[in-house]
């Protein structure tokens, strides 16, 4: 069966810095996908990014990239320029081509003014 | 359009008690997924459908739990004889097309269930 670890139950950041979250997985496939979501409090899950493992760059979506190491079975998330806005639960998830999404537990990001 | 919604936000249950979770995902959209998320943990799946096909209900963790999506758009979870452990956030996700295509999921708000 898959896993999805996140290490890091809590992290902290300051407006403005960089902080990298990490992740990592269990798969014997070879074809998936993986996202970062962001679930902010009582709000909607929605996603950050994603990454198909059958691609070598890595993928950004503005100040959100991520440092995919697929041998290694790792999928971080780094935010550049932090903002207060980016408070909130991160969950790392894992999905074959044709299997439900696994989660992991969650990082939950605090950014200090 | 409008985005997945899920009704009700909020249901309280006496223990025994049956429930219906109703989940309207984004008009069009074939996969339609049901998870479970207890607090301060991640999602966890519950089961999935392709149209009105349920392909996957692996997740579902008793025989008091169905799912139904009987004209391929809206979805209702209905848990039977309520009981204290399914205390959580339920949560629907609605994607364009089947899982090996990729396409995100897109959540709804989730459905807050306490059983008392």
């Known amino acids: 069966a898959q896993t999805v670890t996140q290490s890091q139950p809590e992290m902290s950041v300051q407006e403005a810095e960089t902080v990298t979250l990490s992740c990592t997985y269990d798969?014997?496939?070879?074809?998936?996908?993986l996202f970062w979501y962001k679930q902010p409090p009582s709000r909607q899950m929605i996603l950050v990014i994603r990454q198909e493992a059958y691609k070598q760059q890595n993928a950004t979506e503005n100040r959100f990239s991520v440092n995919f190491q697929k041998a290694a079975k790792s999928f971080s998330l780094k935010i550049s320029d932090s903002q207060l806005g980016d408070a909130a639960m991160y969950f790392c998830a894992y999905r074959s081509a044709d299997h439900d999404m696994r989660f992991g537990a969650g990082t939950r990001l605090t950014v200090k003014p | 359009g409008a985005g997945v919604s899920q009704s009700p936000r909020y249901k309280v249950a006496k223990r025994g008690q049956d429930v219906a979770l109703r989940c309207d995902p984004i008009?069009?959209?074939?996969?339609l997924f049901w998870y479970q998320q207890a607090l301060g943990q991640g999602p966890e799946f519950l089961t999935y459908?392709?149209?009105?096909?349920?392909?996957?209900k692996s997740g579902l963790p008793s025989d008091r739990f169905f799912a139904e999506r009987p004209e391929g758009s809206v979805s209702t979870l209905k848990i039977q004889r309520t009981q204290q452990e399914d205390s959580a956030v339920y949560l629907c996700?609605?994607?364009?097309?089947?899982?090996?295509?990729?396409?995100?999921?897109?959540f709804g708000p989730g459905t807050r269930l306490t059983v008392t």
């Open positions: 798969t014997s496939e070879s074809d998936y996908y």
């Open positions: 459908f392709q149209n009105e096909a349920q392909l996957d």
């Open positions: 008009s069009g959209h074939v996969s």
């Open positions: 996700a609605s994607s364009l097309t089947r899982p090996r295509q990729g396409h995100e999921q897109y």
